[in-house]
DNA sequence: TTGAAAGCGCTAACAG
DNA sequence: CTGTTAGCGCTTTCAA
């Protein structure tokens, strides 16, 4: 028991209680517990002993000031809701348990605001690194950022200037393919589902790219539709019905993801609409999900675990010391056609 | 530009240069900075334009040393894969925003060791509160959060004993009222199809409870199926294929959750198989997800924001010196019949 | 191999 | 309303 629990009988435990409770100073105690310097068996035994037996838990606070070394590493996404945001963070986590660093995630919900005021809370904390979705911050956001002085990652996105590292794909490089690769099936009466968000930059570069590569072929998207908020899956169907019939003479729809697009190949193969003769349909992200349908839906793969695998192993280089700035790594997603996208 | 940058020209920012750029005590900087205490107008307007000129971020890791206040709270989920968690983690942070309280997620992946190593990370920045999932842990984890003292929220389940408070539902009631609602229905030869996963500790409470009030009603199950990792919807699928190729007799069929309930619909309708009629179907969980399913799945809603919301409003209302300990906050699912459970 | 002293950047408590 | 003083619990640095 701490000695001098008389003042507060419940205060968390010291690196001095441990001191007292084994007979070695704070200093050896403290070189104990974090494996630092020489310290003899002898003692190591009576410390640790000491530690476990009282359950000590470190003040990480305290550690952190007096060493100016914070081994935590800001995640920033815009959603945990979507799939992919948490298929980048397995990806960041599987590289940083091999190392000090621990991630602490933050969501912005697509809001620049509340990425500013998260960002801010977070660097406040002294992390060791930032990983953020997208190249688009507000100003202030930028400020704070450069500032920091540590490694920032911009992730999923490769279209832009980033402010330090970058790792991503082209997104409207994304769109341009598809769009290639839909032309050239032949299909000519195209059809965009998509989301209203405004904010959800890399869906709008994508429909920037797909836009731009119909344009050269000489086409234009003939109709659209967009959504916002509640189960995507029924959103898909009900956006699917709707500019359907609207637009009868649709031969293919491009949905901005997957689980829109699963929403209209149910609801097509629930009415009778032929996949992928009477209508083509595509999607975005290759999320799981897709496997269990039961028709291989066209879509193209976000690289998300490899995202976050880099962008991991990008902060924890530049933790260990290693001179580093500006890295770029820009994957290629692999579009794949599936049985919705053919003739 | 701060005035001893001879030293290390990237050095964070400190009170202290805002203090000289003002020409203000460093604890008056201090006091407008957090808004406590009276200070005139104008000096508050002088100290604010330094701290926002000079970029400076307050160092909450000194701030919290000096306070023994740090506004965090841990949250440990099992994971970020299954919706489920992403949908308490919103309830959580709904509460917390109006708070000067932040969520901090640490993810287990239903490994207890994993917990306790995240357990031992998180406490040792002494969070204000710690919300996790579940009721079982390893004898240290329960040894830290007892030792913390701090509130401790056990969410999701109500069949056990919490450390301090809880919030959750029974899934062994929920387990026995879906029964009840299968064996009313008239179905008799039930099957289970679930997961794998000994560690989790809910589904197997739902199919203890399940099959408890089976044998009540002198049934039992007639066949099952587990499964690991993968695709849910598409465990989902192959899982039901199977069960129904090797007990053609089944009338019912019984899924641990809506993912894999989900790829089992799917797979009836893809191959002609009546549902309800040739056989029933039932999830757990209620996900948005099923909303764009062609037919209502019967399932279970498991209160999964509420749950959130409560959690974190015992948490903020300790944290802002209520008394309080030990509450229980019992949420009782309402099953829903949907179109697959019924004759 | 061990220990003592001096902070890390901030805030509590008190004094003006 | 403002400033001064003394730490918070740990690690760095230096000396033994």
Redesign the interface.
């Known amino acids: 028991m701490p000695s001098d629990d008389l003042e507060n009988p ?3 435990l010291t690196l001095k209680d441990v001191s007292e409770a084994s007979g070695v100073s704070e200093m050896t105690v403290s070189r104990v517990l974090r494996n630092r310097g020489d310290v003899s068996e002898a003692t190591r035994e009576k410390v640790l002993e000491a530690a476990k037996s009282l ?1 000590y ?6 550690g ?2 007096a060493s100016q070394r ?1 081994n935590l590493v800001t995640v920033i996404i815009p959603s ?2 979507n ?1 992919v945001f ?2 980048v ?2 990806g960041i ?1 599987e590289v940083l348990d091999d190392t000090p660093l ?1 991630p ?2 933050g ?1 912005t919900n697509y809001k620049p605001e509340r990425e500013e005021k998260v960002l ?2 977070m ?4 992390p060791s690194g930032v990983i953020i979705a997208g190249l688009e911050h507000s100003d202030a956001s930028r ?2 950022l450069t ?3 540590i490694p920032i990652v911009e992730i999923m996105d490769s279209d832009g200037e980033p402010i330090d590292a970058m790792v991503g794909i082209s997104h409207r490089r994304a769109g341009r393919e598809m769009a290639r690769a839909i032309v050239d099936a032949g299909y000519r009466k195209i059809g965009f589902l998509g989301t209203k968000m405004p904010l959800d930059h890399r869906a709008r570069k994508r429909f920037e790219g797909f836009t731009e590569a119909l344009a050269k072929a000489g086409l234009e998207i003939h109709d659209h539709e967009f959504y916002e908020g ?8 009900e956006m699917t019905e709707a500019i359907l019939k609207r637009s009868p003479d649709l031969d293919f729809l491009y949905y901005s993801n997957d689980m829109i697009a ?2 209209g190949l ?1 609801y097509c193969r ?1 009415n009778g609409i032929e996949v992928p003769g009477r209508v083509g349909l595509a999607g975005f992200n290759g999320v ?7 028709v291989k839906l066209a879509t193209m793969d976000a690289c998300r675990a490899e995202i976050g695998r880099e962008a991991a192993k990008i902060v924890a280089a530049r933790a260990a010391g290693e001179e580093g700035g500006h890295e770029r790594v820009v994957l290629t997603p692999t579009l794949q056609l599936g049985e919705t996208l053919k003739r």
């Not at 660097?123 to 002294?126: C, D």
């Not at 509640?230 to 169907?237: E, P, V």
């Not at 799981?288 to 039961?294: Q, T």
Request: aromatic residues 4%; hydrophobic residues 45%; positive net charge.
């Open positions: 419940n205060r968390p359950g838990v470190p003040n990480k606070i305290a952190a000031l914070v945990l809701k799939l948490p298929e963070l397995s986590s621990q602490v995630v969501v801010y809370e660097l406040s904390w002294r400020a704070m500032a920091a002085g509640g189960s995507a899956l029924l959103k898909g169907r699963a929403g149910l629930d799981e999900l897709l496997d269990g349908l039961p």
